[in-house]
């Protein structure tokens, strides 16, 4: 009973600290911000203070303002990697699952060869192919996770494949596509649910890695990655927009992990970390 | 049933490789447009002469299947096409680039996989509510710091309290030893934190899992001390998830490095892989990823075979 309330505290901070940051990147608009892009040179380098309260950049724009726009820019692009990865990547696994044979097999397989590449390094072949920018990028992480995904998902489907409620679904006549959508998918909720945001963490960190190396989004676009690459060339005028930066994407990519930790301890017991 | 195992083993290894070459392989094909005016055009005129020399140089006025086969057969002679600007043959530059990146590596896993024992083995004795949720809460802290804001950060601190220390750059161990060692104090430390992070936890709950085994029990019945059975037989049984996550985190460091090595201006395949990309010089493109993803596919089968070896209960699967 305690060990319970203690997870669910972790829960409620892990979800606290998801909808905050994803709340600062929705309404970034309307928080009456200063202009992420307005350049105001005599204002430049400066440390927090009244007016910037985390600073200034080389070029004078507000730090915050760019932080909190470059959440904007760091979601938008994992969001749709994940989501994307996980649709083709999910349906790949639950349909090897299903059909099990040579589709498996040779689907599985070209999976495992993917997989086998170390995953920056993947996500730079892609974007060499494709050319550097956000969108690259977002192509890139989903190309990343798709065996990620497919193997993950492949496994539990092929337990509940074989369980008792889907033979008897069969046995009703249900068609293919009817027992993957109403059967197995939502059996599988727990774990998509889980590893979307275990996923999202490590995609948070992949999509800043990248536009750091100048392969995801491309100035003046506000990035958090990008931030830090152009605030290291300043960094003893001006260490505000590197450090702060950097923080951000600590406690975007923190907030995900714990929630998909905290996840996984209360949707599903038996997936209980040691810990 | 082991020769089965091994040779079952080995035809995976063989089927992985040869399709991770045919997808390096098609990298340039898969270039929108002409990659060889792209090619061109970053760099000097295109002229139709130029366009069709640089074609017939990288074969690619050939059949895909007899381009595959071509520079198949010439990658496992060691030949992996030249340097579209130097001209320089490719493995000369990847030779010159390889030592820093397998140093730093190495290093770090080194660190961060030695030093994960211990700490793990230190945390599994400490229980109870609060010990828990720090453990967890600073596990997924080292888990999800940026490893190149860490090394910034760690810039600038040391050159704000050790002034005039030169922490950038890199000078070969054979020039210089102790300069080499302590030029890869900083960047080993931001590369390494995150495998520390990651092992440590698995070590506790490795080690947790073990100490309530019943080899463990009897041990302890058998009046052997407590020291004894956490390092002797506990620690000995958790090991055997962690050599498989050890060969899996050379995937995050080959591709960490390549961030690092820019932070820290080291000059290794990171930083090769990304000059050629920005030149657009394919070849050492291909031939880069091609040598990393090799070689972390090799690491993990010797990985997966050290843990048949070590767990007999692994080859009857």
Redesign the interface.
């Known amino acids: 009973m305690m060990s319970y309330f203690r997870n669910n505290r972790l829960l409620a901070f892990a979800t606290a600290l998801v909808v905050f940051q994803v709340a600062l990147a929705v309404f970034a608009p309307v928080l009456g911000l200063q202009d992420p892009f307005a350049q105001v040179i005599v204002q430049r380098m400066k440390g927090p203070n009244a007016l910037n309260w985390l600073g200034t950049d080389q070029l004078g724009r507000d730090v915050l303002a760019r932080i909190i726009h470059g959440y904007r820019t760091s979601l938008l692009t994992c969001l749709t990697a994940v989501l994307l990865a996980l649709l083709v990547g999910g349906s790949i696994g639950i349909l090897a699952a299903y059909y099990r044979g040579w589709f498996d097999r040779i689907v599985m397989r070209l999976m495992d060869v993917i997989f086998a590449f170390p995953i920056l390094l993947l996500a730079i072949a892609v974007i060499a192919i494709l050319g550097a920018n956000s969108f690259s990028a977002a192509l890139a992480i989903a190309v990343v996770y798709t065996p990620i995904f497919a193997r993950l998902l492949r496994g539990p489907a092929l337990v509940i494949c074989e369980s008792e409620y889907v033979e008897g679904a069969r046995a009703i006549g249900a068609s293919d596509l009817r027992i993957m959508v109403s059967h197995v998918l939502p059996n599988l909720a727990s774990i998509v649910l889980v590893q979307t945001s275990l996923l999202l963490s490590a995609a948070i960190l992949v999509e800043a890695s990248l536009s750091f190396l100048g392969l995801g989004a491309q100035p003046p676009t506000p990035s958090l990655g990008l931030m830090l690459s152009e605030g290291r060339n300043f960094l003893l005028l001006a260490p505000s927009p590197a450090i702060f930066a950097g923080l951000a994407i600590l406690f975007l990519s923190f907030g995900f992990n714990l929630l998909g930790d905290a996840l996984r301890d209360s949707l599903d017991p038996r997936l209980k970390a040691a810990t | 049933m082991r020769a089965k195992f091994f040779l079952g083993r080995l035809a995976?290894l063989a089927?992985?490789l040869i399709?991770?070459s045919f997808?390096?392989f098609l990298?340039i094909r898969?270039?929108?447009g002409d990659a060889v005016t792209i090619m061109l055009g970053a760099n000097t005129e295109i002229t139709p002469e130029r366009v069709a020399e640089l074609r017939a140089r990288l074969g690619l006025d050939q059949s895909l299947l007899v381009q595959y086969w071509l520079w198949l057969t010439g990658a496992l002679q060691g030949d992996l096409g030249t340097s579209v600007w130097t001209g320089r043959a490719v493995t000369e530059e990847i030779g010159a680039a390889l030592w820093p990146t397998l140093e730093l590596t190495f290093l770090s896993l080194l660190v961060g996989a030695g030093l994960s024992i211990p700490l793990g083995a230190f945390m599994a004795q400490a229980r109870g509510?609060w010990t828990?949720?720090g453990?967890?809460?600073g596990?997924?802290?080292g888990?999800?710091?940026?490893s190149?804001?860490?090394g910034?950060?760690s810039?600038?601190l040391v050159?704000k309290l050790l002034p005039g220390t030169s922490v950038l750059g890199y000078v070969p161990f054979t020039e210089d030893p102790l300069d080499n060692l302590r030029r890869m104090v900083l960047p080993v430390f931001a590369l390494s934190l995150p495998i520390l992070a990651n092992l440590s936890?698995l070590v506790?709950?490795?080690m947790?899992?073990a100490m309530g085994q019943d080899y463990v029990r009897t041990a302890r019945a058998k009046g052997a001390g407590r020291r004894r059975v956490v390092y002797k037989h506990a620690l000995r049984n958790a090991l055997i998830p962690f050599i498989t996550s050890v060969g899996v985190s050379?995937?995050?460091l080959?591709?960490?490095a390549?961030?690092v090595e820019?932070?820290f201006a080291i000059p290794g395949l990171g930083r090769l892989?990304?000059g050629a990309?920005?030149e657009r010089n394919?070849p050492l493109?291909q031939a880069t990823?091609l040598v990393?993803?090799a070689s972390?596919?090799l690491v993990n089968f010797a990985v997966d075979m050290l843990y048949a070896v070590i767990d007999p209960r692994v080859r009857r699967r």
């Open positions: 995976d089927f992985v399709g991770v997808l390096v990298m898969l270039v929108p509510n828990e949720v453990v967890r809460v596990a997924i802290a888990l999800t710091i940026p190149f804001w860490l910034i950060v810039i600038l050159s936890r506790r709950s490795a947790l899992d050379m995937g995050y080959l591709g960490g390549i961030v820019q932070v892989v990304l990309i920005s394919y493109v990823i990393m993803t972390f596919v």
